[in-house]
């Protein structure tokens, strides 16, 4: 495979920063920050053993990625997010990508391929750095590579509308290491799939990778016991 560029995404953080944001993403993801909870900046800077300074970088991090919102005068809070909504949103995407899918396969010529491969290669990179909204944007370019060749504008317009939705979502299941491994194997066998034009094979790792993440979230999101 060809060599690509570096990603051109969001730098990653400074070491500090980086510090900052694992220890809030843990918070989130174990829900010792619950979704609606206001985050108290100075008692994680204490926790943490850093400056607020690096608190409020990752704070804003975590804005762009959606976990997190911002009120003037309030503060930030933990995004609230819901497994009924997030399922249901999952369900209309597996219909609406295995048609195209299916459909892109039988159109997928070199510069499609490429593409795929650079943004794959791009995600992989990003996961080595721990650079999670540059690996939300390198993922999201690998699955509209597979799909575009499809040429169907207003399935891909309902399409993004539907990952617009669960942008958070999507970035609460990168808080968590392994799954980041994970996504980079997954994307390995979708783009293997895509080079044998199987498109049977393609389907089932596509389905095979949403339902892994809506498994993930589904515990994350399960109301505590």
Do not use: K
Request: proline share 5%; with cysteine.
């Amino acid at each position: 495979m060809h060599e690509h560029p570096a990603s051109t995404g969001p730098p990653p953080p400074s070491t500090t920063t980086q510090h900052a944001l694992d220890g809030l993403r843990n918070a989130i993801t174990t829900r010792a920050l619950r979704p609606g909870q206001r985050v108290g900046q100075d008692e994680l800077a204490g926790q943490l053993g850093v400056s607020i300074a690096p608190i409020r970088e990752a704070l804003r991090i975590l804005e762009q990625e959606g976990q997190v919102t911002y009120y003037p005068r309030r503060g930030y809070f933990v995004t609230q997010l819901d497994l009924a909504d997030l399922s249901e949103i999952y369900a209309l995407r597996a219909l609406l990508e295995t048609r195209t899918a299916r459909q892109a396969i039988q159109a997928v010529d070199g510069h499609a391929l490429e593409r795929a491969a650079s943004a794959a290669t791009d995600c992989a990179r990003a996961v080595d750095a721990g650079n999670v909204l540059a690996e939300l944007e390198a993922n999201r370019r690998f699955h509209f590579a597979i799909l575009e060749p499809a040429a169907h504008p207003h399935t891909l317009r309902l399409i993004r509308q539907l990952w617009d939705l669960t942008e958070a979502y999507r970035a609460l299941y990168y808080n968590q290491e392994q799954e980041r491994r994970r996504t980079v194997a997954a994307h390995e066998r979708i783009l293997a799939a895509l080079v044998a034009h199987d498109a049977d094979l393609l389907v089932a790792e596509l389905d095979e990778h949403r339902e892994r993440a809506l498994a993930v979230l589904a515990e994350i999101l399960a109301p505590a016991g």
